[in-house]
């Protein structure tokens, strides 16, 4: 379970929020009422792709994420510019490890200037934490 705290402290940054189950859990659901999940789906897969060691799972990996996400008409296309596109589209036939940096360095960027500060308006974002902070106030206050 998280607590009042910890719900507090994705506000921090989107890596705290990241970083954090429930608040991936949470932002992710935000994203999904936004249309948006793709950001952090494609940001999700190229931190797992960045972990793979074997060669043949990187081919694999690269050529998933392309597909799902980077091609024209992709079930999860995300926005990124024509040039970062290009560039990805030009290197995934020999992928490396970080053939998907730039494109993700650009969606972390978009959720950082523009879904993290809606999400934190959100009705979703209040409502977890003051879902907490009443749990902790009745914690303190046995008697209510």
């Known amino acids: 379970r998280s607590n009042a705290g910890e719900t507090m402290a994705w ?9 954090n189950k429930d608040g991936l859990a949470a932002f992710r659901t935000f994203l999904k009422s936004e249309f948006s999940e793709e950001n952090v789906e494609f940001w999700l897969a190229c931190e797992d792709f960045k ?3 074997s060669s043949t799972k990187i081919a694999s990996k ?3 994420i392309y597909s799902d996400f980077i091609q024209a008409d992709a079930p999860k296309e995300i926005n990124i ?14 992928p490396t490890l970080s053939c998907f940096d730039d ?16 999400f934190l308006r ?13 749990r902790n106030q009745k914690r303190r206050l046995p008697f209510l």
């Not at 510019?81 to 020999?94: L, R």
């Not at 494109?103 to 809606?118: E, G, I």
């Open 81 to 94: 510019d024509f040039h970062t596109k290009t560039n990805i589209s030009q290197n995934i036939s020999e």
């Open 103 to 118: 494109a993700q360095r650009s969606v972390y960027s978009l959720m950082a200037k523009d879904s993290f500060p809606r």
């Open 51 to 53: 972990k793979t060691k």
């Open 11 to 19: 506000s921090e940054s989107v890596d705290t929020l990241l970083a």
């Open 62 to 64: 690269a050529q998933k």
């Open 122 to 134: 959100s009705e979703v974002y209040k409502e977890l934490v003051k879902k907490h902070q009443d």
